[in-house]
């Protein structure tokens, strides 16, 4: 467990073709994939106001959900097109740590003298920070907002019995 952010919950991928992407991780049996076909959030990423525009899939295996980012062409300036522009290829973007109150644990990692930049913020919920010292796979804080906590609990459902068929599946969103 992580000293400073409680215990990392979900591994996040961010994925040049999210179809590829859950091929990739249906052929290591995890599965199936919860798909959020088209999610716009507003937000700042590095301060600058924003509105990001992705596809994300969420599955999970044992207590770690696999999330699968895609961005769309459309969307502004924001972590997962710049983590693309440098790994085209994808790969494991951030680490994400349940927060009851994102805001206080921005200001208590402050006050720990955790030196740190805030890459992106959906407004209202979850905070991507990247460490200075340690750069790299960025933390989220992951508010435990309802819908997210149903969302968790929804894949790990759906994973329970899956026999490796239907590894995508739309779920509505709204």
Do not use: C
């Not at 819908?147 to 779920?171: C, I, M, T």
Request: glycine residues 10%.
């Amino acid at each position: 467990m992580s000293t400073l952010f409680g215990p990392f919950v979900q591994q996040g991928y961010i994925v040049p073709d999210l179809d590829a992407g859950v091929a990739h991780w249906a052929a290591r049996g995890i599965g199936p994939f919860l798909v959020i076909p088209s999610v716009r959030i507003a937000g700042a990423h590095y301060g600058r106001g924003t509105m990001t525009h992705i596809t994300a899939a969420f599955a999970m295996s044992g207590d770690q959900q696999i999330e699968l980012i895609q961005p769309h062409e459309d969307t502004g300036p924001n972590i997962y097109s710049d983590y693309l522009a440098e790994h085209p290829q994808g790969g494991m973007q951030h680490l994400a740590a349940w927060s009851d109150d994102v805001e206080g644990d921005l200001a208590r990692i402050t006050e720990a003298g955790v030196d740190y930049v805030l890459a992106q913020r959906h407004y209202g919920t979850h905070a991507y920070i990247d460490l200075m010292d340690s750069p790299g796979v960025m933390i989220q804080l992951m508010p435990t907002h309802q819908r997210y906590l149903d969302l968790f609990e929804k894949a790990a459902q759906a994973a329970v019995d899956w026999d490796g068929s239907d590894p995508a599946r739309p779920v509505d969103w709204d």
